[in-house]
């Protein structure tokens, strides 16, 4: 029997989390919250065994897990552009607007399985093995992953430009 109202105090209390998530990894808002539609329901159909255990840890995997499969039949069928439409808000909020655009620009230049490390280890602040066991991986591939990444990062030209202006 399903426990309904746990589940859905836990999909209001995590829902704006994990859409943070799911757009870090995905660079698109409706995407995102695809993926976030698409890990809560396979999490409430496994609701009544996994809600005594971590079920934040379970609702990850599966959106992570969610986000590579869809990664993988994109690069089957799809070319889309890499351009992002800029969209800046008045004020203070443009400058915010441009940096996070800056990050995402940055994210998107990362694979799959780099970006996913980077947004669970830095955005989520998971450890090493959490990250691991959220993604499936070994934790020797999680640190080599994350270094992998994070040396794309440090030479993306959407953050030393970032850095520059400062």
């Known amino acids: 029997m399903r426990d309904d109202d746990g589940f859905a105090e836990f999909a209001t209390a995590n829902g704006r989390r ?5 757009r870090l990894l995905t660079g698109d808002d409706g995407r995102a919250e695809d993926l976030v539609q698409i890990a809560l329901a ?3 159909l496994r609701w009544g065994r996994i809600r005594s255990e971590d079920p934040m840890a379970y609702v990850r995997k599966v959106l992570y897990t969610a986000h590579a499969d869809w990664w993988r ?3 089957r069928s799809e070319y889309p552009t890499d351009t992002m439409p800029d ?3 008045p ?5 915010d607007q441009a940096e996070r655009d800056r990050l995402r620009g940055a994210l998107a230049t990362l694979s799959p399985r780099e970006r996913a490390v980077v947004v669970l280890r830095f955005y989520e602040d998971l450890g090493e093995r959490e990250t691991a066991a959220a993604l499936g991986i070994a934790p020797g591939t999680v640190k080599s992953t994350c270094s992998r990444a994070l040396g794309k990062l440090r ?4 953050l030393v430009e970032s ?3 400062r």
């Open 155 to 158: 030479v993306a030209p959407e």
């Open 163 to 165: 850095e520059e202006r």
């Open 18 to 22: 994990l859409r943070h998530a799911a």
């Open 87 to 89: 969209a800046a808000a």
């Open 91 to 95: 004020g203070d909020l443009a400058a």
């Open 73 to 75: 039949r994109r690069w």
């Open 42 to 44: 396979r999490t409430y």
